[in-house]
């Protein structure tokens, strides 16, 4: 495995690291920190370690002062997935996972098959998740449009959740599968229904209320999030959260495996497909 750490942001920032499997670096400010960031006064000494344990890249704050946090949540350690953002200090780091050498080409191709079979198919891409998504999307996308409008389009066009159609043999599907999939990029879809009645369907789901009546963002675009959210919907939810939508792909966190989700009478149902060779047996769960 190869993972790919980005300075997104700190006095290092548009520099990277590059960790292979059985490697390790540790992070901090003072002379012991193999990656040393000396003008991050909220940096400790020795911060955090990243280190991969066998396939699986891991963060483990090392009792820094300021804590280490992944995805805005504080952690001890934690086992990370591409697209996963970390904050040490004023230091923000931005992770990409990939496989080993011609290994990783082939399960992206069949990854890419596999995709290129379903009819009608979109994704929503969370431009958050990397500088060149949407340029990506500019450059390839034969249709795109921003789930967000007014005001919020306009502030956050660099952050949006977009929605885009996938031609089988479009250039855009085959850069995203390349370049994204394992990193939390965003979410594909099977859909009969045109563009512009899907994106208006979508929108309904942006904002949720908390108990308190609070209004926050669903990020429901992100494969981590919709992989934890769609198991725990009811028969009626589901309807509504689908509506014209036949099925939803996802990647999992071992990128061989997709999961497919489509509704069903008392949820949803939820396949695993491994990419190289079909459904995998005994895999197809109907949530309650």
């Known amino acids: 495995m190869l993972a790919t750490i980005t300075i997104d942001a700190g ?3 548009g520099e990277s690291l590059k960790l292979q ?3 390790s670096i540790t992070i901090g400010r003072g002379a012991k920190a193999e990656f040393r960031v000396t003008d991050d006064l909220f940096l400790s000494s020795l911060h955090c370690l990243l280190e991969f344990r066998g396939p699986s890249l891991w963060v483990r704050d090392l009792g820094s002062s300021n804590g280490t946090l992944v995805n805005g949540r504080r952690v001890t350690e934690c086992r990370l997935e591409g697209g996963d953002r970390i904050d040490a200090g004023r230091t923000k780091l931005v992770v990409s996972i990939s496989g080993d050498g011609p290994a990783a080409g082939e399960l992206k191709q069949a990854v890419l098959r596999l995709l290129r079979a379903q009819p009608g198919l979109f994704a929503i891409l969370d431009a958050a998740r990397d500088p060149m998504l949407l340029g990506k999307v500019r450059a390839f996308g034969e249709e795109f449009d921003s789930l967000f409008e007014g005001p919020h389009a306009e ?4 952050f949006a959740p977009y929605l885009c159609p996938l031609p089988p043999e479009g250039r855009l599907l085959a850069e995203l599968v390349d370049s994204g999939w394992g990193n939390a ?5 099977t859909c009969g229904e045109t563009f512009a009645a899907l994106r208006r369907h979508l929108r309904r789901f942006l904002t949720v209320k908390t108990e308190d009546g609070e209004k926050l963002y669903f990020r429901f675009y992100d494969p981590r999030v919709l992989r934890i959210y769609l198991p725990t919907c009811n028969s009626a939810e589901t309807q509504a959260f689908f509506g014209p939508i036949g099925s939803y792909l996802v990647e999992d966190r071992d990128p061989g495996r997709v999961i497919r989700f489509v509704p ?3 949820g949803v149902t939820r396949e695993v497909i ?3 060779s079909g459904p995998a047996p005994g895999n197809s769960e109907e949530g309650s």
């Open 185 to 189: 990029w965003g979410v594909f879809l």
């Open 21 to 23: 499997s059985g490697q």
């Open 264 to 266: 069903g009478a008392n």
């Open 155 to 158: 502030a956050l066009v660099d």
């Open 274 to 276: 491994r990419a190289e």
């Open 11 to 13: 006095p290092r920032a």
